[in-house]
């Protein structure tokens, strides 16, 4: 197992189910940059307000700005990241190959059957999966518009270490 290998097996995700993770980053993206805003620990607001008017209690408890902080930084590096999903998806979406290739180059090639939007094929270690190829981003590669028939054989390539992170052989098995 490589690390390059786990790397495009965990950024196939999001490039896989492009469609998804555009609107599911687009959105949190939001929620997320908002909570990692400075003056967004929850409850601030209404603590301001009861200091104001003078309805704080001594012994109320206080969040310390160390675990604000963290709060904070934690947040950012979420928004960060589905910032990145959101990245992934959209040029998933657009037709960049951004894991196909690699996967193409460096899997293990297989047969297997499709079903609509269902490959099913079985590993050399003998595990047989059955993972979804979603019409909006197609594991298919080179030829990402290719005509695959669902009745007929086709050649699967995957990651050894990693077999969720398959493409189909679009150069193989054409009628």
Do not use: C, K
């Not at 990145?84 to 297989?110: C, D």
């Amino acid at each position: 197992m490589t690390v390059l290998d786990t790397l495009i097996w965990l950024v196939n995700f999001p490039a896989s189910h492009g469609y998804a993770m555009v609107f599911i980053a687009g959105f949190s993206i939001l929620g997320l940059f908002a909570l990692s805003a400075a003056r967004s620990t929850p409850g601030a607001a209404l603590r301001r307000i009861r200091e104001r008017e003078g309805l704080l209690r001594e012994d109320a408890p206080s969040r310390g700005a160390t675990a604000g902080r963290a709060m904070r930084i934690v947040f950012r590096v979420l928004a960060y990241l589905m910032l990145a999903n959101l990245v992934i998806g959209i040029l998933s979406l657009t037709g960049v190959p951004v894991t196909r290739a690699y996967i193409y180059e460096h899997g293990q090639p297989t047969t297997g059957t499709l079903d609509g939007d269902w490959v099913t094929f079985t590993t050399s270690t003998g595990v047989e999966y059955t993972l979804e190829s979603n019409f909006f981003t197609p594991s298919v590669y080179p030829d990402r518009d290719a005509y695959l028939p669902s009745d007929s054989p086709i050649v699967v390539r995957y990651l050894p270490d990693h077999p969720q992170a398959f493409v189909i052989d679009s150069t193989q098995g054409r009628p």
